[in-house]
């Protein structure tokens, strides 16, 4: 079962599933999602969006997490953003990064 879909929001995470694996991070094209460190955490990261404003709605996130711990919003119910090219620019940065926030 998955997380009731918050208002006004385009991309949101169960925290409670993720495994950390950066898969959705990798797929990510507009650097809308990142891992931070946390202590609290099993693996020691969890996944964050940290850019939620750049999100185009791709739902390539949602596709291959297979913990089914990321959601998108339907294309009916929020008006994403447009890929930019500084979007672009931080999904590289990001990925260059292992995957953590910058
Ligand atoms: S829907 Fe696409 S742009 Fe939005 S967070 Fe997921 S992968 Fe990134
Ligand atoms: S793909 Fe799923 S399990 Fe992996 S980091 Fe992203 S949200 Fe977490």
């Known amino acids: 079962m998955s997380l009731m879909a ?8 169960d925290e409670q599933r993720c495994k950390a694996c950066n898969i959705c991070v990798s797929y990510c094209p507009a ?15 969890m996944i964050e969006v940290v850019h939620p ?13 297979p913990d ?7 294309k009916s119910e929020f008006q994403f953003a447009k890929l930019t090219p500084q979007a672009k620019d931080r999904a590289k940065l990001i990925k260059d990064n292992n995957y953590k926030k910058l």
């Not at 089914?68 to 339907?74: G, L, P, S, W």
């Open 6 to 13: 918050p208002k006004n929001t385009p991309v949101w995470v």
């Open 31 to 45: 650097g809308v999602l990142a891992m931070r460190d946390d202590v609290h955490a099993v693996l020691g990261q």
């Open 53 to 65: 404003e750049s999100c185009i709605g791709c739902s390539e996130c949602e596709a291959h997490c």
């Open 68 to 74: 089914f711990a990321i959601m998108v919003a339907k």
